[in-house]
C-alpha cells in the first residue's frame, strides 16, 4: 500500500507539470494563451526575415551592361527574392503546423470545459459564506474578461487568413459566453441557496410566555387567547387568537395558564440592529396543554418597539414576501450553472453580410461587447471608489476608537478590528484599480475594431 500510494503521487506530480492538460476553462484558456505564445515569436522571426529580404535590391546597371542583360538580372533577381519569400513562408508554416492545427482544434472543438468550480456549487454553507461566494464569482468574471479580451485580441495577430480569422473567433466568442454565463448564473444560484435558507422554518422550544385566556364558547369549544413575548431577546412575537380545549379541560383550566406552554415556528431571516440580532419573522405560534398541542386560529401582530429600527421596514418588506409565499426559492441545484439550458450561445456568424442589411459580424459583436464591458468596469470602479471613501472613514473611526482605548484591555481586540478594516479598505483600492485598468483594455480594445 505505502509503494501504490508512492506511485499515485508520483503520477499526479508528473501530470500536474504536463503542459496543455486541460481540466476546465480557465486551464483551457491557459492552454490556449501558450499556444498563442509559442507562436507568436515565430510569426515575429518570419515578419524579420520577409523584411529583409523585402530590403534587398539588384545592383544598378552600370555603363558596361546591355539593358538586355540588366532587365534580365532584375527579372531573376525578383524571382529569386519571390523564392526565398516563399521558402520562409513554408518554413514558418513547417515551424508552426502543430501549434496551428492544436490550437483551431482547442478553440472549435466540441469540448464543454466547466469553470473550475472547486466545490462552490453546492448546498452545503451559510448565508454569509454564499455572499462570499458570489463576490468570488463576480470578481472572477470582470478578471477573466480582461483575460479573455487579452487572447482575442492576440489571436488577431496570427497571420491567419480573413475567413480562418474569423471562424476562430466565432468559436472563442461562443465558449467564452458560455463561460461568462456559467459564473453569472452560479451566482443566481448561490442567491436561491441564500433563499431557501432564509425561507426554512425554524422552532423555538416549548416555554411559558406571556399568556392570557378569555371567554369560552362551549358550543364550539373556542378558548380567546392571547399569547406574546415582546421582550424575547431572539424571537420576539405577539399572537392573538382562538385555541380548540374540549370543555372538561376548559372547566379544569380554571382560566389559569398553569399547565400551558407554547413554541413558535419562524423563518430564518435576522434583523440586526445596535440592540441584538432578531428573528421576528414569526410564521406560527403553537400551544400546547400539559404538553399535547392544542389547535389554535388567529394572527400574529408587528412588535410596537420594533417598527421605529433602522432597517424593520425594509426588513418586514422582504420578511412579509417569504411568509406570504410571494417570495419562494426555486430550489436550484448546481445543474442551473453547470448546464447549457436556457443560455443563449452565439452560433457562427457568416464572414459576409445578408440582403436584408441584417449581417453582424463578429468585429461588430466584438466592438460591442468591448464597449458594454469598458462601460461596465468603469461603473465597478466608481462602485468601489465609493466603497473605498466609506470603508476609509470607518477604519479612522475604529482608530479613534482604538486610540481611546489604548491603555485598556480591550485596546488589542480593538485595534484588531481597526486593522481587518484598512484590509477591506486596501481590497476596495485594489478591486477599483483593476477595473480602471479594464476599462482602458476594453476601450482599446474596442478602438482596434475600427481600425483592424
Keep these: 500500500m505505502p509503494f501504490l500510494l508512492f506511485i499515485f503521487l508520483l503520477n ?42 523585402n530590403a534587398e535590391f539588384p545592383k544598378p546597371k552600370d555603363e558596361f551592361e546591355s539593358t538586355q542583360d540588366y532587365e534580365q538580372r532584375v527579372k531573376d533577381f525578383e524571382k529569386n ?10 518554413d514558418f508554416k513547417a515551424k508552426t503546423k502543430n501549434s496551428m492545427e492544436r490550437l483551431t482544434k482547442a478553440i472549435t472543438g466540441k469540448e464543454d470545459w466547466q469553470p473550475n468550480w472547486e466545490g462552490s456549487l453546492k448546498n452545503d454553507a451559510g448565508i454569509e459564506e454564499y455572499r462570499a461566494r458570489i463576490e468570488k464569482f463576480e470578481s472572477q468574471s470582470v478578471i477573466m474578461r480582461g ?38 448564473r452560479a451566482g443566481e444560484l448561490m442567491e436561491d441557496y441564500i433563499l431557501q435558507e432564509q425561507a426554512k422554518i425554524l422552532s423555538t422550544e416549548k416555554y411559558k410566555p406571556q399568556m392570557a385566556l378569555g371567554a369560552y364558547d362551549p358550543d364550539e369549544e373556542l378558548f ?5 413575548d415582546v421582550e424575547n431577546t431572539k424571537v420576539p412575537f405577539v399572537f392573538s387568537g ?30 440586526a440592529t445596535g440592540q441584538g440580532v432578531f428573528y421576528p419573522g414569526a410564521k406560527k405560534v403553537r400551544l400546547y396543554y400539559k404538553d399535547k398541542e392544542v389547535p389554535v386560529q388567529g394572527s400574529l401582530g408587528h412588535i410596537d418597539w420594533m417598527v421605529s429600527l433602522p432597517g424593520y421596514h425594509e426588513w418586514k418588506v422582504f420578511a412579509d414576501s417569504l411568509l406570504s409565499g410571494t417570495l419562494v426559492p426555486k430550489n436550484l441545484g448546481p ?14 456568424v457568416s464572414s459576409s453580410s445578408s440582403s436584408d442589411g441584417s449581417f453582424v459580424s463578429v468585429r461588430t459583436v466584438m466592438r460591442i461587447l468591448a464597449s458594454s464591458l469598458a462601460a461596465a468596469s468603469v ?15 470607518k477604519a479612522s473611526d475604529l482608530y479613534v476608537e482604538a486610540y ?21 479598505v486596501k481590497k476596495s483600492e485594489n478591486f477599483r484599480n483593476g477595473a480602471y485598468i479594464f476599462a482602458a483594455g476594453f476601450t482599446a480594445a474596442g478602438i482596434l475594431t475600427f481600425v483592424f
Design 147 to 184: 483575460r479573455i479580451s487579452q487572447i482575442t485580441m492576440k489571436l488577431s495577430k496570427l497571420n491567419l487568413e480573413r475567413k480562418d480569422l474569423e471562424k476562430l473567433e466565432n468559436s472563442f466568442l461562443a465558449k467564452n459566453t458560455l463561460y461568462l454565463s456559467r459564473l453569472e
Design 335 to 348: 445543474s442551473h450553472a453547470m448546464s447549457t439550458a436556457g443560455m443563449k450561445i452565439p452560433s457562427g
Design 81 to 90: 527574392r519571390a523564392a526565398k519569400i516563399t521558402a520562409l513562408e513554408k
Design 242 to 271: 382562538k385555541a380548540k380545549i374540549p370543555p372538561i379541560e376548559a372547566r379544569e383550566t380554571n382560566r389559569e395558564t398553569t399547565n400551558f406552554a407554547a413554541s413558535v415556528d419562524y423563518i430564518n431571516l435576522p434583523l
Design 224 to 228: 380567546d387567547v392571547s399569547v406574546n
Design 404 to 424: 481611546k482605548h489604548r491603555n485598556d484591555f480591550s485596546y488589542t481586540e480593538k485595534y484588531y478590528a481597526y486593522q481587518r478594516s484598512m484590509d477591506d
Design 12 to 53: 499526479s506530480i508528473i501530470f500536474a507539470q504536463v503542459p496543455g492538460i486541460v481540466a476546465d476553462y480557465e486551464s483551457f484558456l491557459d492552454d490556449i494563451n501558450a499556444t498563442i505564445e509559442s507562436i507568436i515569436p515565430e510569426i515575429s522571426n518570419f515578419e524579420v526575415q520577409k523584411t529583409a529580404v
Design 379 to 393: 461603473g465597478t470602479a466608481l462602485y468601489f471608489d465609493s466603497d473605498v471613501v466609506s470603508k476609509g472613514e
